[in-house]
């Protein structure tokens, strides 16, 4: 049976959420996901955060909270790629969290879009494994609140694009040959957890908004890393204001 069939929503799962994860009286229920601890940091800096919970994935992830606009949120640093981004955003849920706001780096398929452009995934390619065990088979899987996303920035009069993402769960795989296909069907961006997190949402009824900034290019003959790895901190501080200002609107 192919990877692609192994959606069961007629039996019951052996290992539920509430074994690893316990609900919290108070807990805030809007979460800021990020890619990179560095983010952390430039939140610390803007608001002030204080610890709030740790969980484990492999290794142990902090969460903390803040305060912004009167509006309680938590926020936390996830690892990559799809499995270990669903099992903590599944284990937040648990804790009370109903609002995930995801922010991370991708690579362009299209080099018009320029380095630190903001990018809002309408529908993602699920080219990788953990979607299929949350929604029936289908090449593209639509990520529902990217309008709502949409509608907010333009009124905040934040520069965005708009289009499919790619994602995929192997990075050293992103061939040539793929990438065409992709970019013959209108991606114009390759990220690592968004059909794994639209999915998983979508299965448990929680509400995600999926946000990521164009670092990497795949639009040529080689790669170019461009600003993966390069970022300022004040890019960073820069990004987690945008965020902000998105996050009071949700």
């Known amino acids: 049976m192919s990877i692609i069939n192994t959606f069961d929503n007629e039996t019951p799962a052996l290992i539920n959420p509430n074994v690893l994860a316990a609900k919290k009286p108070g807990f805030p229920d809007t979460a800021i996901v990020c890619f990179g601890e560095h983010f952390i940091d430039a939140l610390d800096e803007l608001c002030g955060m204080e610890m709030l919970d740790v969980m484990i994935a492999c290794v142990n992830v902090p969460v903390y909270k803040f305060t912004y606009e009167e509006k309680v949120f938590a926020a936390y ?51 990788e494994g953990t979607s299929y065990h949350y929604a029936p088979p289908s090449d593209y899987i639509t990520v529902k609140n990217a309008g709502r996303l949409d509608e907010i920035m333009t009124e905040l009069e934040i520069p965005h694009v708009s289009g499919k993402t790619w994602t995929t769960d192997a990075l050293f795989r992103e061939t040539a040959g793929n990438t065409a296909k992709r970019k013959a069907d209108g991606c114009i961006a390759v ?35 461009r600003t993966l790895g390069k970022l300022r901190q004040e890019n960073r501080t820069d990004f987690m204001r945008t965020l902000l200002e998105i996050a009071a609107k949700i």
């Open 191 to 225: 990220d690592m957890e968004c059909a794994s997190v639209t999915a998983a949402a979508d299965f448990r009824g929680t509400q995600t908004y999926y946000i990521l900034y164009s670092a990497d290019s795949l639009d040529s003959d080689e790669w170019d890393s």
């Open 77 to 127: 640093c996830s690892t990559l790629g799809g499995p270990a981004t669903v099992q903590l955003m599944e284990l937040m849920a648990e804790k009370g969290c109903k609002r995930f706001i995801f922010f991370g780096s991708c690579g362009v398929l299209d080099n018009n879009i320029p380095p630190l452009k903001l990018i809002l995934p309408t529908e993602a390619y699920r080219d």
